[in-house]
């Protein structure tokens, strides 16, 4: 079965300090991937997303980055985090349709997150 | 701008209630749309997913419909119950590779 793992789970670090966040999936091949941030009682702002190994789209210009090294690594990165960079942290995949259509079972499967919190 | 949205922040209802839940979408028309529920501190879980061409879709106590005309989903509880109490998300898909979430309804079920 599939599974997707996200650490750390929680993280407090120092502004202008660097961030590394990483995820896995594990039992599929060639997902799409993606990084999602939640503000406390907000829904989830994506941030970034990929089709394939070296692809990366991202949604909203910011202080992060975001890298695939390997078919089932999505890593979120920062090199110096700001105070307003805090928030929950959330990982997800889902099956990649074929070419342009979307197969019936496309949901997204979420990691745990990681709660950052910048101080 | 494409937008999914769920105007309720929070539900509040009497257990054995039925809770319904609201999703809007503009500016674009999603294949299909899903809801999840989210756990305090925890990933969303994928709960439904209905098509555009699908009027309802139901699971258990859960019941989903899809008004293109409206541009509106809703999501329904049936026999609500305190273990039910969450935050419940609407997803739709914008393209083929990207899914745009809702701010969520959190739901309350008082016993």
């Known amino acids: 079965s599939q599974t997707i793992h996200q650490w750390p789970a929680t993280l407090v670090q120092p502004v202008g300090s660097p961030l590394s966040l990483e995820c896995t999936v594990e039992?599929?091949?060639?997902?799409?991937l993606y990084w999602y941030r939640q503000a406390a009682g907000r829904g989830l702002q994506l941030l970034f997303y990929?089709?394939?190994?070296?692809?990366i789209s991202s949604e909203v210009p910011q202080n992060l980055s975001a890298s695939r090294p390997q078919d089932r690594q999505f890593i979120l990165s920062s090199k110096k985090l700001l105070l307003s960079d805090s928030g929950f942290y959330l990982c997800a995949w889902r099956v990649k349709g074929t070419g342009n259509a979307i197969t019936p079972n496309t949901e997204a499967f979420f990691g745990q997150g990681t709660r950052l919190t910048v101080v | 701008s494409q937008k999914i949205e769920q105007n309720s922040e929070a539900l509040n209802i009497q257990e054995g209630k039925t809770a319904t839940l609201t999703c809007n979408y503009t500016?674009?028309?999603?294949?299909?749309l899903q809801w999840y529920r989210q756990d305090p501190g925890r990933g969303p879980v994928f709960l439904l997913l209905i098509r555009e061409n699908e009027k309802e879709k139901r699971k258990e106590r859960l019941k989903v419909t899809f008004d293109t005309t409206l541009k509106q989903s809703l999501f329904h509880i049936t026999a609500s119950q305190p273990a039910d109490s969450a935050t419940y998300l609407c997803a739709g898909y914008s393209s083929a590779s990207k899914i745009i979430f809702g701010s969520g309804t959190r739901l309350s079920i008082r016993p």
């Open positions: 500016n674009y028309s999603p294949a299909y």
């Open positions: 039992g599929t091949s060639n997902p799409n």
């Open positions: 990929s089709v394939g190994i070296g692809q």
